[in-house]
């Protein structure tokens, strides 16, 4: 069964304060792991796509960054806009798992200015 | 920027009514996902449609669930009779699979936030 934890479950950040949030998965072949960011009543918004161990996508003041068994998001100084939950999502390459995927409980992200 | 619309926003009803949501996905995407959210449960995909055909819906309480595209243009989920433990926001999602390559990810709509009382 695929597996997604996420860590911490709740940051607090000064603006301008870096930070990393965490992803482990366990997947039977990956065929893709996504990032998303979802505002209190608001659908999950896509952020990144990786698909094999070193890759790395940046976008503004976010870098995701792609491991055999985990996903970083780098957040390099912050602004109180960053605040929301971040989502982490993998999609298994196996036949019967289609194009599902499996979220994990999300990072909620506090920026105060 | 195309999105995925989903209606209504919100809706709150009787224990035991009949409750649907609709969702129109991005046009030219093949792939309709429906997911329920919860705090205690987080993101869980209830069924999905590729080329209008569901092909799972493992997800999904089937006494009481069922989930529809009547059109290319036109995902529904009803619930009857509804339960207060059915109380949830539920997401539409659509996508482009594209076989074996790469997959194009998921966009989702802003939920329809259901409250069964």
């Known amino acids: 069964e695929d597996q997604v934890t996420q860590s911490p479950e709740a940051l607090r950040l000064q603006e301008g304060e870096s930070s990393s949030l965490n992803c482990s998965y366990t997947?039977?072949?990956?065929?893709?792991l996504f990032w998303y960011r979802q505002d209190p009543g608001k659908g999950p918004e896509f952020l990144f796509t990786?698909?094999?161990a070193g890759e790395e996508k940046e976008k503004e003041r976010l870098k995701a960054t792609l491991t055999k068994k985990e996903s970083f998001l780098h957040i390099t100084a912050p602004k109180p806009e960053d605040s929301a939950t971040y989502l982490c999502?993998?999609?298994?390459?196996?036949?019967?798992?289609?194009?599902?995927?499996?979220f994990g409980e999300g990072t909620q992200l506090t920026v105060n200015p | 920027d195309a999105r995925v619309t989903q209606t209504p926003r919100h809706k709150v009803t009787e224990m035991g009514q009949e409750v649907t949501m609709r969702c129109q996905p991005i046009?030219?995407?093949?792939?309709v996902f429906w997911y329920r959210q919860t705090m205690m449960q987080g993101l869980e995909l209830l069924a999905y449609f590729r080329n209008r055909a569901p092909l799972d819906d493992s997800g999904m309480p089937k006494d009481r669930f069922s989930a529809e595209m009547p059109d290319a243009t036109l995902a529904t989920l009803k619930i009857q009779p509804s339960e207060p433990r059915d109380s949830a926001v539920y997401f539409c999602?659509?996508?482009?699979?594209?076989?074996?390559?790469?997959?194009?990810?998921?966009?989702f709509g802003d939920g329809t936030r259901l409250s069964i009382l």
């Open positions: 999602a659509s996508g482009l699979v594209l076989g074996r390559g790469r997959n194009q990810p998921q966009h």
């Open positions: 999502a993998v999609q298994a390459g196996g036949e019967t798992s289609g194009s599902r995927l499996t």
């Open positions: 997947v039977s072949g990956l065929r893709g």
């Open positions: 990786l698909y094999s």
């Open positions: 046009l030219g995407h093949n792939t």
